[in-house]
């Protein structure tokens, strides 16, 4: 059977056009090969203010092995009874690579410290002086391990519950270290109850407080430290961006120390981002809402690079 003559000629010039297409495709296909995906990887570092090793996790973006560019980094602080490897364990690598491949953010390096029970700060008793680690010792590492851009407008932090309480703690308190800080579901408490339960939430809040503010607990110290304090004086940190968000239904009561938190800041003028969010506490809220908070850091290391 002869084929019509338009036929014929479609695929005359299919069969021109085959080895065009088809290096096309190996040169992209090549070009994939040759751009590394999105790497995830623990070490650890020996610190002479704890006297000991601290574990760390780090997530390099695409192409980072390959090349010699430079990137903003992120710390992300991890929650109570979790560890350095909980953004590997749970949805948060998925979330920044799936962003990435969105272009709803561009490239960035993650860092994710084990933080104990610590609440990222300097304990009271002066025996895990985590603060003084984590600015002296630990960022000026990352910046000389990793191929950061290393100004504070390119730095940011981040977390959840204890490790939002940390990320606005440490933004706040060395907002010359970090430009940015956000947080999700942030542990803050407005005001112990007077006497202090030893029994039910308060006692298990009193509890765990302990061992960072010292047994009893140092109410004064808590207080001192404590972004619900430090949000009073904004101009020590007049030029920090800030992001936090809360669940309205937090099984923990957050929703009313961020409430408060946002209610200060504004009473005080200062520009922030606070949204008060369907949902409850931990990972399941995490799931539906971490793009918020790398969003808000995307955005604002793309403008620090615009102006380099």
Not at 63 to 89: I, T
Not at 176 to 189: C, Q
Not at 274 to 297: C, K, M
Request: proline share 6%.
């Amino acid at each position: 059977m002869r084929l019509p003559h338009l036929t014929i000629g479609w695929i005359r010039r299919l069969a021109a056009l085959l080895p065009a297409l088809l290096i096309g495709i190996l040169c992209a296909a090549l070009a994939r090969a040759q751009t590394p995906g999105a790497r995830v990887d623990c070490d650890s570092f020996s610190s002479a203010i704890l006297g000991r090793a601290v574990e760390y996790c780090f997530a390099l973006p695409p192409g980072y092995d390959a090349g010699s560019e430079k990137y903003p980094v992120l710390y992300y602080l991890h929650g109570l009874f979790e560890h350095a490897q909980s953004w590997r364990d749970h949805s948060a690598e998925q979330t920044w690579e799936t962003l990435m491949s969105q272009g709803k953010i561009g490239k960035f390096i993650v860092v994710m410290p084990a933080g104990g029970r610590s609440f990222y700060v300097n304990s009271f008793d002066g025996r895990e002086r985590y603060e003084d680690f984590f600015i002296q010792e630990f960022v000026p590492a990352i910046d000389h391990k990793f191929r950061t851009l290393g100004t504070r407008d390119t730095r940011g932090i981040a977390g959840v519950s204890m490790g939002g309480y940390g990320a606005l703690h440490l933004g706040m308190m060395h907002p010359d270290v970090f430009g940015s800080a956000s947080a999700h579901s942030a542990a803050l408490i407005p005001k112990f109850p007077d006497p202090l339960p030893t029994e039910g939430r308060w006692g298990r809040y009193a509890q765990i407080l302990q061992e960072p503010f010292g047994a009893p607990l140092n109410e004064a110290y808590f207080d001192a430290n404590n972004p619900l304090t430090l949000a009073e004086h904004p101009e020590r940190f007049a030029n920090l961006k800030l992001y936090f968000d809360c669940g309205d239904q937090d099984r923990y009561g957050f929703d009313a120390g961020n409430k408060e938190l946002d209610q200060i800041l504004t009473s005080k003028s200062f520009p922030h981002t606070f949204v008060l969010r369907p949902g409850g506490h931990g990972w399941d809220y995490l799931d539906q809402y971490l793009h918020f908070s790398l969003e808000f850091e995307w955005q604002l290391f793309k403008a620090a690079g615009s102006k380099q």
